[in-house]
């Protein structure tokens, strides 16, 4: 693959309206929609999001960084479990009529102003109020 | 805003690489990389699920729907309670070495396969073993 | 069984400490408080907790209250997730060196107060600020 | 009060049937059983759940297992969440007709046949498949 070709392939592939749009895309092929209200989405979200906490259970902060580094099959599950997170995120954008680039840009702003580098460098106490 | 300039953001902002660096850099001007540990990133991807879940407390999936359509300080919420649980999944990917569009892209292949459309068509029992 | 002694059975069954005293007795006898630290009996909870709310996915409110009335197998489930939740609180409150019951009725007292009968009678507005 | 009325007395507040009463009793002057559905209350259990995760977040285990022995402030609110988490656990099984206490007590006899003190005493490998 020629350089340019990659790079349009990777902006594709990392876009989030292509990933809705293939999503939406799946969803819509099993006639999905029916089920999918918003209520269940978030709820569903949250469950996804306690099966990546569960691969963290019993396990020190620091087992759990060097796992992430060095075995490949823990590395694979936490991509697994990340993955169902994000497409429950973007159902859940798109049922709301969300735009997740444009309220996660809007965040970092809000929380650039909220926590200036000056007071906030290092400053675990500042942090733990973020 | 021409059209090609207004596209060429859109593109910026939607990246998911474009928004890991800016977020990267807002943690990184604050020195708070220190306090991040993959186990306290994921917790903390929870709590604000939790958060976001919060929202739909007490209120019938109905009423949620109609909300989100028609409540512009919820929506407003549910934006910020999205943003939230998205910037700390790119904190986790980051920390983990992820890229979160590959292992997104992965799943919904992998989905593809597990539920063919001509089964899986409109059938509540299948989806539910999603 | 006579009467006197199966309501003696039934108060040393539903007795937290007694409770408690079996789950220690259980978890020493295998020498496992060495893993059980706070943080992680605490994210055990929220784990269990999640396994519980599992259980309502997809389903309608009015589904749940239907199927934990007339389905065995939905009633059961309900249990063994009710039991994993009750059985991690029980051992974070050992851990952390609280009476579950005092710290409980002392909930419930200020919620009397916070709630004033004549004030939050039918009023899902105070409601939903519980 | 004398030795055997304290003793009562104890044994009064720490009896589940005891406190499902009050809780139960609490509802109903308010007239709340109608917002009450099996699934907001167990969602609201996970919610609650989550608030008591959040006393951990940015803290070690060491440094959440020194908080709640020296820092009274943190063990108050340990205690606060706890009670919140018990509260609706007892509203979930009151509304489901579970016994808690005997399902409870189910689950360690089950657990005491699935974990073999001989081949499970400081196993932490059985452990994580607790």
Known sequence: MREKD???????????????ARLIAFRDARDWRQFHSL????????????????????????????????DTDFKAR?????????????????RAGLDLAEVAGA???ANEIKYPVEKARGNARKYTEL
Not at 49 to 54: G, K, M, N, P, R
Not at 78 to 94: I, N
């Open 78 to 94: 936490l991509g697994e479990e990340c993955a169902d997170v994000f497409l429950y995120l973007l159902l859940v954008a798109e």
């Open 107 to 109: 965040k970092i702003t």
């Open 6 to 20: 990659r790079r349009d392939e990777m902006q594709r592939t990392s876009h989030l309206e292509d990933l809705t």
């Open 39 to 70: 209520k269940d989405l978030i709820l569903s979200l949250n469950l996804e999001a306690s099966e990546l906490l569960e691969l963290t259970q019993w396990k020190s902060a620091a087992v759990v960084e060097e796992a992430a580094r060095q």
